[in-house]
């Protein structure tokens, strides 16, 4: 059973990342083929896979600069 304040969390980070994310765009643009698939991404909180495309492309520690 998944409690709400689990759920709260769960939201809470996820808005973060996206605020991230979309604040950010001119510095992560140039890692990924077009603007739509960038803003998709996000759109549909697919972080996981945001967060590898930029790994894959670059040396960029996600980790170091976002938590």
């Known amino acids: 059973m ?3 304040k ?6 809470a980070e996820n ?3 996206a ?3 979309h604040h950010n765009r001119d ?5 990924f083929d077009s603007v739509h698939q960038y803003q998709a991404l996000i759109n549909a909180g ?5 967060e ?3 790994k894959e492309r ?5 980790e170091e600069t976002f938590f």
């Open 27 to 31: 510095f992560f643009l140039k890692y």
């Open 6 to 11: 689990d759920l709260l969390a769960r939201a």
């Open 2 to 4: 998944i409690h709400i």
């Open 46 to 50: 697919n972080f996981q896979k945001l």
């Open 19 to 21: 605020k991230f994310y």
């Open 52 to 54: 590898g495309i930029i």
């Open 58 to 62: 670059s040396n960029f520690k996600i």
């Open 15 to 17: 808005t973060s990342k």
